[in-house]
């Protein structure tokens, strides 16, 4: 079973990647019994039982992540357990380039056409700052100062929003308000438009004007719905911020980061290969590459 290519119409990524997640369950994991969707109560064949969380991490790391990660105080979504998780999907992507040397995450930055050397420190979950609260999905810092901030989605339809209630009001007015000039365009500087795109606005906030930060956008080419906001992330920042984010396809990164595999990386290859094979199954890889 496949997913189709990403001139699909609305909704059909979210709900082809929900089918191929379903069979990836039985076929890949043996997982029969469906899992339940604390939100409804419904049980979905692309979730796993909540018991087995620990297998949404891809088979060759799995006993290594598990291992490490009590040690990084991390919290696990609620939706952990779901197929789709967005925040399985980056563990899956940056756990097995995280724990090689800093030449692995210089291939990964070299795929996305970021220019620096990493230094020791990249990390999940990263909360820059306490009082605001965000956490970013994943960040590599580079020997230069700034850090490279990736916000990563897979089936969502949106980037969230915030309710306009009083609490995030006033977070607006004495968090947010005080660092947006110069920084925004004045249509985002209203609590209004900030709230409305609340997920795009704060990662582009966080952006260090001293350091150079780059904020990424990470998510698949067929998740039409997701693309329809762009628009917003290429528009709502005022340069020199505007230059220092980045949209990036999963689908692209994944072709890339192949042809930066040599011969003898037989181990990078396989891991790669599974991330392909659980989230991307339409990905088509050029001779040569994983999957060949």
Known sequence: MTINTPSMKRDEFQQGAKRWLSTYKREVLG??????????????????PHEKYELNILA???????????????QLQRDFHH?????????NLFFPILRENGQTL???????????????????????DKTEG???????????????????????????????????????????????????QESFCSSGQFLKHYQ??????????????????????????????????????LEPFRSRIRIIYLEDLVVDLSKT?????????????EFRAKYLPFVKLQPGAVGR
């Open 200 to 237: 795009i606005a704060r990662n582009v906030w966080h952006l260090n004007e001293a350091t150079g930060d780059i904020a990424v956008f990470l998510f698949s080419k067929a998740n039409t719905r997701l693309r329809q906001q762009e628009p917003i992330i290429k528009e709502c920042a």
């Open 106 to 128: 210089e291939a990964l930055l070299s795929a996305m056409g970021i220019a620096g050397v990493p230094k020791a420190g990249a990390s999940f979950e990263l909360q820059p």
């Open 261 to 273: 595999l040599k011969p003898d990386e037989m181990v990078q290859r396989q891991q790669l290969e």
């Open 31 to 48: 997982v029969e019994e469906n899992g339940v969707w604390v939100q409804n109560g419904q049980r979905y064949p692309h979730i796993l």
């Open 60 to 74: 060759s790391v799995r006993d290594e992540f598990w291992d490490w990660f009590p040690s990084q105080q991390i």
């Open 134 to 184: 965000t956490c970013i999905d994943f960040s590599v810092p580079l020997q230069s100062g700034p850090r490279i901030n990736f916000e990563i989605k897979y089936t969502e339809s949106e980037f969230g929003s915030a309710k306009a209630d009083p609490a995030h009001l006033e977070k607006f007015e004495s968090i947010y308000k005080p660092r947006m000039a110069g920084r925004f």
């Open 83 to 91: 197929l789709n998780s967005s925040q399985a999907l980056c563990f």
